[in-house]
């Protein structure tokens, strides 16, 4: 017999089962890929979150940072003003032999003018003397609210206002002669007391806020008038002393004419 040619198998091409292997070989690529994908998208500092901004170039999205979808909580600063409200929790202030006191004269009128400040809508914080807020205090302006020695000198009358001299930054300055020059002539108007600029002392010019409140924040202190020859208007009169303060903070606040339009008592 001869030899049989020994028959060879035709190679299987393609069986159903070696189809099967590579299915499975592929799909076991395409299904690590997209564990590793979403892995990477998910970092642990983002739990439950996906980092969207890592998504977006899969989606052929535009890139958008977490943070822009999230709203934002500061403090609203575009509508700050800090009163400090002359020897407030410190001491008595100037005082007069009858027991008047400075610090009660500057706390009745420092409350009017917050009030009227808040009615024009704005956030207005009650600062003490020496109120911890003040380091580092950030706001659209600062008044200082006292008034003068309790003396029977019938010169001693009027009122003046001293600016923060901007040491290390000189538009804090430049404002603050701005608020000053409005609180001037507002006061002025709705008081009626003139300016008594002989009386300017280095307690003002000099004043401890300035170098505690923010280099960027404008401020003024102001002697409302003497508690001696200005005592009935300090007293009885706390609402056109009060307006007068408020009326020149918001002349500085809306960037008002300072010489026209200046409202009268
Ligand atoms: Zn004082």
């Known amino acids: 017999m001869p030899a049989s040619r020994p028959t060879r198998s035709a190679p299987p091409a393609a069986t159903p089962e070696r189809e099967s292997v590579l299915s499975l070989i592929l799909r076991g690529l395409f299904w690590s890929a997209l564990i590793a994908l979403v892995l990477i998208s998910w970092s642990p500092g983002e739990l439950g979150s996906v980092s969207l901004s890592r998504l977006a170039w899969w989606r052929g999205a535009p890139q958008v ?3 822009a979808l999230l709203p934002t909580f500061t403090p609203d600063l575009n509508r700050r003003v800090g ?31 917050q009030e009227i400040l808040r009615q024009a809508g704005y956030q207005v914080d009650m600062l003490a003397e020496f109120d911890p807020r003040l380091k580092g205090y950030r706001a659209l302006a600062v008044v200082s609210i ?6 029977p000198d019938p010169r001693l009358t009027g009122f003046k206002t001293a600016p923060a001299k901007g040491v290390n930054d000189p538009a804090q300055l ?12 507002r006061y002025a108007a709705a008081t009626g ?13 000099e004043y401890h806020a300035f170098n505690e ?10 002697e409302t008038g003497f508690l001696g020859s200005d005592r009935d208007l300090l007293v009885n009169h706390p609402d056109r002393v009060a307006a007068g303060i408020a009326q020149g903070i918001l002349c500085y606040l809306r960037n008002e004419p300072i010489t026209v339009g200046t409202p009268q008592p």
């Open 65 to 67: 940072t977490p943070e």
């Open 83 to 113: 009163i400090i409200s002359g020897h407030w929790k410190n001491d008595s202030g100037a005082t007069c032999p009858d027991g008047l006191e400075e610090m009660k004269v500057n706390h009745n009128i420092a409350l009017r003018v």
């Open 146 to 151: 006292h008034a003068d020695v309790c003396q």
């Open 174 to 185: 430049e404002n603050s002669l701005h608020l000053k020059r409005c609180l001037d002539a």
């Open 193 to 205: 007391l003139s300016y008594h600029p002989h009386s300017v002392s280095r307690h003002m010019t």
């Open 213 to 222: 409140i923010a280099a960027t924040t404008p401020a003024v202190i102001i």
